[in-house]
């Protein structure tokens, strides 16, 4: 069975620091990866999407992809209040179109 | 412009009751999905459909049917509800092989009691 497995938490960091989430999964045929950002009651949404090997950067965002140890990390640089969310990690693997989702990783930002 | 729309927002319906949401997306994308997130955030694929194929999830129950007029919408409706049916439902739209990820609408909260 195909899984993508997330630390619930809560992570905890302060205002400005970096937040690491972390995300791993079974399946060494993965083919395209997700992190969404779902608020408290609100529906998910796309942050980044990466496919390749390496790190992807959108803004205050890093996408991190290591095929060969199945993990796939995301970065936030500068953390605010207004980062205190939910993060699902999706992950399609090959041959489908509908991805499996982890459970959430809670982030707490605070003051 | 609301990119992919639900309604209704809450739902409270009694056991045994039949209802539908409706999901309408104006994205021009080819494939449509519902999932189910349950009360510890998990979300999980009930459907995917687009002009070619309908994907059901084996452990989907049959009480549920996804019914599409046409390619925007894609309506879910509920056969004899369950209080375990209880759960906010999501309607997600994505181009046809989803490479770039979901557009989610804002969800159906269903509470059966």
């Known amino acids: 069975q195909k899984e993508v497995e997330q630390n619930s938490g809560p992570l905890s960091v302060p205002e400005g620091a970096i937040a690491s989430l972390n995300c791993t999964y079974s399946d060494r045929g993965s083919q395209s990866f997700f992190w969404y950002r779902q608020y408290s009651g609100k529906s998910p949404e796309l942050i980044m999407f990466i496919y390749s090997n390496g790190d992807k950067e959108d803004g205050r965002f890093t996408a991190q992809l290591n095929k060969a140890s199945q993990y796939v990390s995301l970065l936030i640089r500068d953390s605010q209040p207004s980062d205190s969310a939910t993060y699902l990690c999706a992950v399609n693997y090959g041959g489908s179109y509908i991805p499996t989702f982890g459970r959430g990783t809670s982030l707490i930002v605070h003051p | 412009d609301t990119a992919v729309s639900q309604t209704p927002k809450y739902l409270v319906t009694q056991m045994g009751n039949d209802k539908s949401i409706k999901c309408e997306q104006n994205l021009g994308h080819d494939t449509m999905y519902w999932y189910k997130q349950d009360s510890k955030k998990f979300l999980k694929i009930m459907f995917s459909y687009n002009n070619k194929e309908l994907i059901i999830n084996e452990t989907v129950p049959n009480r549920f049917s996804p019914k599409s007029p046409d390619k925007a919408h894609l309506n879910l409706h509920i056969n004899s509800l369950e209080l375990g049916d209880s759960a906010v439902y999501f309607c997600?739209?994505?181009?046809?092989?989803?490479?770039?990820?979901?557009?989610f609408g804002s969800g159906t909260r269903l509470t059966v009691v």
């Open positions: 997600a739209s994505s181009q046809e092989t989803g490479n770039y990820g979901y557009t």
